[in-house]
């Protein structure tokens, strides 16, 4: 049970925090097997691990705004409690502090103690993990992990080849600090505690502590002009089995892969990173506005104390590099030169943030498959893009999202719509789609701005329902004076509906929609709002 906690930095709401400790299961949990503790991430939104790891292959199963797409997973509580930025020696220089690294998130805790390995010279290192290779390899070693259902797993024979699995350009230099980033992290011991608050007089602690990895095989060239793995010797990695029961119990978030590595590529910055992780685990939860204060959120990321001013102003960078890359999470930063009132971030609901399929809202994606099914059959015109925007696909999804204006929006005012959201932007971005789409549902003026609304002709805007013809429908007997009957469109949308009658309302459907697309009655709409529901049912 989580609780709301006020403290002097600020409010910490407890829907906006993530659950991210649960009692320690003693015997591994297999993957696919039913979660024995419900407390688990997927459990608080409503989903089980296995539907994200059922068949454990490098491609999920989920759909994405774009298509399928690579599944990878990271630990929940590295999300919420980061890993340090820079090499703390270099700030505290050699002392104890600079060995240890803790992190607080309202009622959780993570700390780190750094742990020795020795390099191939000989020599013994004792550094924490940090910086963004830190944080690309544990999203690696976690996905590998669940992807071969294993603690222990090979390693590319090269390091050439790591760094490519790793979505980093291959240099010496770069595969050097690979392979030390690597090390620390395996060597890091890590204590995840858990506060939860009983009664006045009583505090409920639950802990686990576990080091990363256990062992590992790596043969590699201590040249540092060659800096590779023997090719002719297979390395490997072995995780500890408390940390592989930790991440199979469920204390993972699924990350949509390739948004990640469009991140990771484009920006060197761990702290987007974290933000960007933080902000598609939480997208799902956010039911209504939730304030993290700059004191909170600094607690929780991976900087060190320093001054709050130069925290938000990094921040701030920060979460500009994030939208470019998921333009669909909505939210507000307030007060970064305020001396009073609320300083800090706002989350707003985006139902278009989950990227993962964790709500029941449908996603965009397969409106856009139905539009393109519907101009392959010729029931819908071909679409008409307009600076690398589909202005169909666009008119669909924001009419999907609740703004009737566009149904009826032109072609022309649509592109006025999109001129103005590009030409505001500070930069090209980098999904045009999703950006103007949620340019546009944050500010719908946008579509009413422009004087009158023009004349619709026929092939924009549907015929007046008296001007169809009456026909009677072939499954139900019902008169039909719509585009389409409207026991056919329930049934069809229906989970109770067999296989049978589904097939045969989509066929009265579909004869009827392209009947009337051929007397010159647009049914792209109609069609979109039913052939998602039939695609799903494989008719």
């Known amino acids: 049970m989580m609780t709301t906690r006020r403290n002097a930095q600020g409010l910490l709401d407890s829907e906006c925090l993530p659950v991210l400790v649960w009692r320690h299961q003693k015997v591994p949990r297999l993957i696919g097997e039913p979660a024995r503790d419900p407390a688990t991430p997927f459990a608080k939104l409503g989903v089980t691990l296995e539907n994200f790891t059922a068949s454990l292959s490098a491609k999920s199963t989920v759909q994405s705004n774009e298509a399928q797409q690579e599944l990878g997973f990271y630990p929940v509580a590295f999300i919420s409690?980061?890993?340090p930025y820079r090499d703390p020696r270099k700030q505290l220089g050699a002392v104890t502090e600079a060995y240890t690294w803790t992190r607080q998130n309202g009622p959780v805790?993570?700390?780190?103690?750094?742990?020795?390995?020795?390099?191939?010279?000989?020599?013994?290192?004792?550094?924490?993990?940090?910086?963004?290779?830190?944080?690309?390899?544990?999203?690696w070693l976690t996905s590998t992990a669940i992807k071969h259902q294993s603690r222990s797993f090979p390693l590319p024979t090269s390091a050439r080849g790591l760094l490519a699995e790793l979505g980093i350009d291959w240099s010496?230099?770069?595969?050097?600090?690979?392979?030390?980033?690597?090390?620390?992290?395996?060597?890091?011991?890590?204590?995840?505690?858990?506060?939860?608050?009983?009664?006045?007089?009583?505090?409920?602690?639950?802990?686990?502590?576990?080091?990363?990895?256990?062992r590992a095989r790596l043969i590699?060239?201590?040249?540092?002009?060659?800096?590779?793995?023997?090719?002719?010797?297979?390395?490997?990695?072995?995780?500890?089995?408390?940390?592989?029961?930790?991440?199979?119990?469920?204390?993972?978030?699924?990350?949509?892969?390739?948004?990640?590595?469009?991140?990771?590529?484009?920006?060197?910055?761990?702290?987007?990173?974290?933000?960007?992780?933080w902000l598609a685990f939480r997208a799902p939860q956010i039911t209504r506005d939730t304030r993290i204060s700059w004191a909170n959120l600094q607690a929780q990321l991976g900087s060190a104390t320093g001054r709050e001013r130069n925290f938000i102003m990094a921040a701030t960078r920060a979460l500009e590099k994030v939208s470019e890359v998921f333009p669909e999470m909505n939210f507000s930063v307030l007060g970064a030169g305020a001396h009073r009132g609320f300083r800090g971030v706002i989350l707003h609901p985006s139902p278009d943030a989950d990227l993962l399929g964790l709500n029941p809202r449908l996603h965009h994606q397969e409106l856009a498959k139905a539009q393109a099914a519907a101009e392959r059959a010729g029931l819908a015109e071909p679409a008409t893009a307009h600076r690398d925007v589909n202005l169909h696909q666009l008119r669909a999804e924001l009419a999907h999202g609740g703004l009737k204006a566009a149904e009826s929006?032109?072609?022309?005012?649509?592109?006025?719509?999109?001129?103005?959201?590009?030409?505001?932007?500070?930069?090209?971005?980098?999904?045009?789609?999703?950006?103007?789409?949620?340019?546009?549902?944050?500010?719908?003026?946008?579509?009413?701005?422009?004087?009158?609304?023009?004349?619709?002709?026929?092939?924009?805007?549907?015929?007046?329902?008296?001007?169809?013809?009456?026909?009677?429908?072939?499954?139900?007997?019902?008169?039909?004076?719509?585009?389409?009957?409207?026991?056919?469109?329930?049934?069809?949308?229906?989970?109770?509906?067999?296989?049978?009658?589904?097939?045969?309302?989509?066929?009265?459907?579909?004869?009827?929609?392209?009947?009337?697309?051929?007397?010159?009655?647009?049914?792209?709409?109609a069609w979109i709002a039913n052939a998602q529901f039939a695609e799903r049912r494989g008719l």
């Open 81 to 83: 409690c980061a890993l």
């Open 220 to 277: 590699f060239s201590t040249d540092e002009n060659f800096g590779d793995f023997d090719p002719s010797t297979p390395s490997h990695i072995e995780l500890s089995e408390a940390f592989f029961t930790h991440i199979t119990a469920g204390n993972i978030a699924p990350v949509l892969l390739d948004r990640w590595r469009e991140l990771i590529t484009t920006s060197n910055s761990p702290m987007a990173a974290d933000l960007f992780l």
């Open 109 to 139: 805790s993570l700390s780190l103690t750094a742990g020795s390995y020795v390099d191939g010279h000989g020599d013994t290192q004792l550094h924490l993990p940090f910086g963004r290779y830190a944080r690309i390899l544990l999203m």
């Open 409 to 525: 929006a032109s072609d022309e005012l649509l592109k006025n719509a999109v001129d103005v959201v590009l030409n505001r932007a500070t930069q090209q971005p980098v999904r045009p789609q999703a950006f103007v789409r949620v340019s546009i549902e944050n500010n719908p003026e946008l579509l009413a701005g422009y004087g009158a609304a023009p004349t619709m002709t026929a092939a924009v805007a549907p015929a007046p329902a008296a001007t169809l013809p009456v026909e009677v429908c072939p499954v139900h007997h019902e008169t039909v004076s719509g585009l389409v009957c409207t026991e056919c469109a329930i049934e069809l949308k229906s989970a109770n509906t067999d296989q049978e009658q589904a097939a045969a309302c989509w066929n009265a459907i579909r004869t009827r929609l392209k009947r009337l697309n051929d007397s010159g009655v647009n049914t792209s709409s």
């Open 172 to 214: 010496r230099s770069q595969a050097r600090d690979i392979i030390k980033q690597l090390r620390a992290l395996l060597a890091a011991q890590c204590v995840v505690t858990h506060h939860e608050q009983r009664g006045d007089n009583f505090v409920g602690i639950t802990e686990e502590r576990f080091t990363i990895g256990t």
